[in-house]
């Protein structure tokens, strides 16, 4: 229960402290008003129009009590706000009155991920009731409250800013603008997962041209702007100041009524720019303040851009986003000052990037290009663009893809344009946000028991799919256990889905289903999932398309070829497809979907032939986004003011076989990594479209950890060449090997169709090792099958020693990076990481066992804490050799307004609600 500290004023409304006596807004003498006992309530009413069974108080505001309750008709957990009218003055019955049915109007008419949706109102003689989506969370004044000073690390708030700052976009470019007028710690709430939602619309209003001041003076004291009290109309300006107010209450950890609150004295060192930003939201004068929220937005992105920027090394290609400043971020929160938004890519295997490269070589793309797919940041105009939409007509986003061939089942796509369209066609349970944080796409809430082996998904109300058919748990189950089929050729389930139980018999063929056993619906709102193994990352594995919807009745009436005939209403995401052609696919809005609708009337993905194709079509507007920009074009597009780029979880690394001599060998494994300079790679090779890295959890994924250093203890990229020859010299003492001369044969093995700069970039690790340390090391070309059957069998075969490959993410989370490559029994362990004679195969063991007991551990800042110590391990033993981390490189139109591709590369299905072409 939150403790309610706060005193309402009964003449205005207004928020005041609880031991105030005098309305801070109106001046009023405050009435101290009697609590509700919440538990002679809750005993005498239990259910409310024979549906809503009141559960739990989870909060108490000025007029109502909100309730956790269960629907009993849909199953599903809801919030119902409260408010008891009995007792109230005249003046709080007109105040509460207006507020209730505020908050309706809004609730109901108003769609964004970040406001709760409004699904039912009614009342009684004493009371008014509110229907509303239950938030699983707490308020920022609640959760602040239980950190160390009350201070939330920087990167936190700047995520929960953009958050904010989204949500306000959204309300500040209604017609006419509506106001929230009361942003403050206590009515934004925060899920476990992170995400952010704006409650208690009761005292927002719409902005009215030419009225000069406000008729009622309402908001909180310290967060409300000056005008607030009286002297001026409120405007966008007042959510800014309160926004200002609240962000600078989260880092520093106190109230703005506290006696100090300059910001310069705290303990906090902040990027100049966000001091200054801050400073201006704050100003007295709103004349003084930032014009409108998408200049604060836009401001915080190149903020947040610069923290990642800081953390790479410097690289040649003109930025497209403002240079960064360096800024010291306090010791309390240097391990967890993670890039909120890193963009990522979504290929998975290493199998898949061979496929991918091969495919592209044939099509004429460079295998660069493979890893450049899109990708992205925020795309903003200015306000007065943002507020005049182009009606419907003009609201077509035409988009360049470079390969539509792949058929659209969630099941098997791995391209990432293809998962792209899957993922605004199908739904699932639920969906990466743009900071790679979860939150609930057809599952409206979801619980696990204690030791996490069992989740219940409670779906949202009423689903359907886009021929107006129901969709139930039925489907999502039949989906998930079809994605497990043994006789899918590519399924991605037996990787991602695994620990769901008895998925290990059905790929066997053992069992016909898991339904029944791993995975069971006890109604048609509810679907539970039983794991095998309590895995702590089960909610990010469900966020890859294999766990996305598939309508049954489609794969029943044409089988495999189901993917020809999408548009005859399978649809469940916020599209549907029109047509497909494999030249083209076009998408329309899918008038069924739950969430908020898009604004685009139209989508349509192009095919070209190649890179250099789309990029014509690009100049010449014909399209208005291209995401594959190759590194043949880098330098061309790098001058377009329009070109971006930013990190993706794909990493080049050069791995050295533990099992065969010398690699056997640790320091000899690390003069050969320490001889490397990446920075070089990055910059004259690569050319600057990808960054030098030491990490193999990278930079955007939730857990990749900036204080990780290279094995030689710092952090530089650049290579160490004294060390090398050192450690060198000592391996080569243990191994008995006298000289250079009788140094063992090396020979580095890659595959036929790297491109161009990938032949440079082998040739010059050679002469890298060569210079450093005298040794020559053979250049092996493999047809693409064959190199990636020896990477594969690289555990039993002993015969490669040593190649340079990628790896992409499938799901944001380190385990991805980690346990699956080197953790003991891990299909993915081609390694043989642990399992091998070398001398370090003891240690490795150890590093296994922290590995797996990461995965397992329920408390996240525990389970991240494990993975980045075994990160170090890992880098220390060179359990392999990273080069470097890829861009994504892609230029878009500046008239598309609000595209944020997330970093798994792909835009989360309810943003498609706030993307929108402008004049
Ligand atoms: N949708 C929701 N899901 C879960 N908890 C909620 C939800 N809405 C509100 N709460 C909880 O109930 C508390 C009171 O809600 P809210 O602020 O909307 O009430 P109010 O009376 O309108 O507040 P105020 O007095 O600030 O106007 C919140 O602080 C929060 O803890």
């Known amino acids: 229960m939150k403790p309610v500290n706060i005193l309402y004023c ?14 801070f807004a109106c001046g009023k003498t405050l009435v101290h008003a009697q609590d509700i006992d919440e538990q002679e309530q809750m005993q005498t009413i239990v259910l409310l129009e024979n549906r809503y069974r009141l559960i739990d108080s989870v909060g108490k505001g000025g007029f109502a009590t909100v309730y956790k309750a269960e629907d009993l008709r849909s199953k599903t957990i809801v919030a119902v706000k409260e408010i008891t009218l009995k007792d109230l003055k005249p003046q709080e019955i007109i105040d509460a009155t207006d507020t209730y049915h505020r908050e309706i109007r809004f609730g109901e008419s108003l769609k964004h991920p970040a406001l709760p949706r409004v699904y039912a109102h009614f009342m009684d ?60 710690p206590d009515n934004i709430m925060r899920t476990r997962a992170g995400r952010i939602y704006l409650i208690d619309l009761g005292i927002a209003r719409q902005f009215r041209p030419g009225q000069r001041r406000d008729t009622q003076a309402l908001g909180s004291p310290g967060y409300a702007a000056p005008e607030q009290y009286g002297s001026d109309q409120t405007t966008e300006r007042s959510d800014i100041y309160s926004l200002g107010a609240t962000l600078q209450a989260l880092l520093t950890g106190r109230d703005p009524l506290d006696e100090d609150t300059t910001i310069t004295r705290k303990p906090v060192v902040l990027p100049e720019e966000l001091s200054e930003l801050l400073a201006e939201m704050l100003a007295r004068d709103p004349a003084q303040r930032p014009s409108s929220i998408i200049s604060v937005q836009r401001r915080l992105e190149q903020i947040n851009t610069g923290i ?35 963009p990522k890519q979504r290929f998975g295997r290493l199998q898949v990037i061979a496929i991918a490269i091969a495919l592209l070589a044939v099509l004429g793309f460079g295998s660069d290009s493979l890893l450049n797919y ?26 360049a893809a470079s390969n539509l061939d792949e058929p659209l089942d969630p099941a098997t796509v791995q391209y990432t344009q293809s998962t792209q369209i899957v993922s605004m066609t199908s739904a699932g349970l639920v969906s990466l946000e743009n900071d790679m944080r979860i939150h609930g796409q057809l599952a409206l809430s979801w619980e696990t028991d204690p030791q996490g082996y069992t989740w219940t998904f409670h779906l949202q109300h009423g689903l359907k799919f886009s021929d107006g058919s129901p969709l139930t748990s039925k489907d999502i189950a039949y989906s998930l256990d079809r994605a497990l089929d043994p006789a899918l050729k590519d399924g991605t389930a037996m990787y991602n889905l695994q620990y769901i139980q008895g998925a290990d018999q059905r790929f066997a063929g053992k ?22 193994k309590n895995i702590a990352y089960f909610l990010d594995t469900l966020t890859c398309p294999c766990a996305s919807v598939v309508k049954k009745a489609l794969i029943d009436k044409y089988g495999q070829n189901f993917t020809d005939h999408l548009s005859e209403g399978s649809s469940s995401g916020p599209f549907k497809i029109e047509r497909n052609t494999k030249q083209q696919v076009d998408l329309i809005p899918n008038p ?72 056997d060998n640790i320091k000899i494994r690390q003069a050969f990594a320490l001889a490397i300079d990446k920075d070089l790679i990055s910059q004259t090779i690569r050319k600057g479209t990808t960054f030098p890295t030491n990490h193999i959890i990278p930079r955007g994924d939730p857990s990749a950890n900036p204080a990780t250093v290279g094995l030689d203890g710092n952090q530089s990229t650049a290579g160490n ?14 191994e008995g090997i006298a000289a250079i001369k009788s140094f063992p044969t090396v020979t580095l093995t890659y595959s036929q169709n790297s491109s161009i700069a990938s032949r440079e970039e082998l040739a010059f690790l050679q002469a ?152």
């Not at 190649?610 to 079509?617: F, L």
Request: aromatic share 10%; glycine share 4%; proline share 7%.
């Open 10 to 23: 009964a003449n205005c409304g207004a928020a005041n402290h609880e031991q105030d006596t005098i309305c």
């Open 125 to 184: 003689q004493d009371h008014w009731y509110i229907v509303a989506q239950f938030i699983d969370g707490q308020t920022l004044e609640e959760y602040r409250q239980q950190l160390p000073g009350g201070q939330l690390p920087l990167d936190e708030v700047l995520s929960i800013a953009l958050q904010v700052c989204d949500v306000l976009t959204y309300l500040h470019s209604r017609q006419p603008p509506i106001i929230f007028r009361d942003i403050k």
């Open 308 to 342: 990642a920027s800081s953390q790479a090394s410097p690289i040649p290609v003109p930025p497209p986003a403002p240079a960064s400043t360096p800024y010291y971020i306090p010791s309390t929160t240097a391990g967890s000052g993670n890039p909120p938004t890193a």
């Open 374 to 399: 899109i990708s992205g940041r925020t795309h903003h105009v200015s306000r007065s663009q943002a507020t005049s939409i182009p009606p419907a007509s003009q609201q077509v986003l035409n988009i």
């Open 511 to 532: 069992v016909k289903t898991v339904i029944g056993q791993g995975i069971l619906t006890p109604d048609d709102d509810t679907l539970v999932i039983k794991l095998s």
């Open 592 to 663: 069924d979907y739950y969430g908020p609708h898009p604004k685009l009337s139209r989508i349509s993905f192009t095919a070209y032939t190649d890179a250099e194709t789309s990029y014509h079509a690009y100049q010449t507007g014909q399209v208005s986004f291209v995401n594959n920009i190759p590194l043949s074009l880098a330098d061309t597009a790098s001058r377009d003011q329009t070109f971006y780029r930013s990190p993706q979880l794909t990493m080049t690394y050069v791995a050295m076989n533990y099992q065969i001599k010398p690699f």
């Open 721 to 734: 060449p004294e060390q090398a020859k050192q450690l060198l010299q000592e391996g080569m003492d243990e």
């Open 768 to 919: 890298q090792w060569k210079t450093t340390l005298g040794i020559s090391v053979k250049l092996q070309e493999m047809p693409v099958g064959t190199f990636y059957n020896l990477v594969d069998n690289a555990k039993d075969a002993r015969n490669i020693q040593m190649w340079r490959i990628s790896w992409a993410a499938d799901y944001p989370d380190a385990s991805d990076w980690t346990t699956l490559q080197f953790g003991q029994n891990s299909a993915q362990n081609t390694y043989a990481y642990g399992q091998n004679q070398s001398k370090a195969a003891p240690d490795q063991q150890v590093i296994q066992k922290t590995l797996a007991q990461a995965d397992v551990t329920q408390d996240q800042q525990q389970r991240v804490a494990l993975y980045q110590g075994a990160e170090q391990n890992l880098i220390n033993d060179v359990a392999w050799l990273p080069l470097y981390q890829f861009y994504d490189c892609y230029v878009v139109k500046p008239n598309i307004y609000g595209l944020t591709v997330n970093a798994m590369g792909m835009i989360s299905p309810d943003d498609w609600a706030n993307i929108y072409v402008t004049q």
